[in-house]
Every structure is written in C-alpha cells, then in structure tokens.
C-alpha cells in the first residue's frame, strides 16, 4: 500500500512538474524571456551587459536569413533537431556541432551552459515542445534578441549599436552575414574588423542567406 501510495504521488508530481514546464514555454510565447541563466552570470560577472529586446519586424530579413545559413540552414524543415545534421557531425567527429537554433533558443532561456547530461536531457525534453508552442518566427525572435554577439553584448540590436552604430532594422546584407559569422565564438571575433577567416565565412553566410531568399526557404518565418 505505501509502495502505491508512492508511486501515485511520484506521478502526480511529475505531471505537475510537466504541466509547469509546458506553462513555462507556452508564457514565452508571448511575453518576451527577460534572459537566461547565462545572460544573468555574465551580467553579474562583468557588472551589467548591455541588450536592448526587439520585436521581429524592427529586425533587418536579411539578419534572419543569415543566422539560418550560419547556423541552422534546415530550419524551416526540423522539428527542433536536424537529424541530417547529427549524422554529419556524427561522421565527422565531435568538432563539428549539430545543435539547431531551437536547441540553442532551449539553452539560452530556460537552461545553462554546459554538457552536463541533465541539461541534455532537459534539452531534448523541451526543444520539441518550443516547436510545438511557438513557430518558428517567434523562435527566431528569441534567438536574435538573446544571443551573444561580445563579451557582454546581447541581441542584435545591441550588436548592430555596438558594431556598426546602426538599429538592427537598418542592418545590409554583409553586416547581416558579419554579425551572423560572430556567433559559433563571440568573445574571440570581432565584426568591425574581420580577420581573413571571419571575412571568407561572412561571404559563405552572405551567399547562403541569398540562395534562402532566392528559394523561398524563409517561408516559415517570413524573411
């Protein structure tokens, strides 16, 4: 009787932690995360950050369609994993990541950095549900407005200011592709002055985001 007892509580529990955390990401849907875990250590670390959230149509398509060419080129077409895309890096090794921008939308709102198992694990729970719950323009608003351009450097808008003293509305298609060629390392590159590799990736992305355009790929998101 205790051992049953048990279990029912074990399972009521769950189902209130998994009604909670669909809460969670269904809230996110329309009221903008105010940062991550990550977002708050390095604010506290360096003594505030500078980000400025906005919305999706003050965001230059072509800085859209560049972070989907950089990051995430089948993202119109995944359900927040891009199976293709793990295979790849299965073949190739561990240098090369797989992670979708679902994925890093999941880790830089609602988890932290690190390879921990337990945030694996998390991750693979919720990145379909962020799929579920919100689409795909929404995911990318998110993505742009937490992801880390520079040391302390949050959003693109900040990034825009910071880098080309513009708004992110105004951003042209090659600072769209220098700013998009900065996020696999942001405190290690600088978009104002590209190195050679820097400049040969902003050009691939550029190339990418056009192709994109070109065959409506940024259908799902309206880019």
Known sequence: MGLRRLARWAALAASGVAALLVAWIALYRVVDPPGGLYMWGESRRLGGITQEWVDFDAIAPVMARSVVAAE???????????????????????????????????????????????????????????????????????????????EGIFG?????????????????????????????APQTRDAARPDGFLGRRAASIADGAATIARDNRSACFGG
Not at 75 to 87: P, Q, V
Not at 156 to 184: G, K, S
């Open 72 to 150: 995430d080129v089948n993202f119109c077409n995944h359900w927040g994993f891009d199976l293709r895309a793990i295979r790849a890096a299965l073949a190739e090794g561990a240098d090369r990541g797989a992670s979708t921008i679902t994925q890093q939308v999941v880790k830089n709102t609602f988890l932290w950095h690190g390879r921990s198992w337990l945030r694996k694990a998390l991750e693979a729970v919720m990145t379909p549900l962020v799929e579920i719950l919100w689409p795909k323009q929404r995911i990318l608003e998110v993505y742009l407005n937490l992801a880390e351009f520079d």
């Open 156 to 184: 693109v808008q900040a990034a825009a200011q910071r880098y080309f003293a513009r708004d992110a509305r105004a951003l042209t298609a090659q600072e769209a592709a220098l700013l998009a060629a900065v996020l696999p």
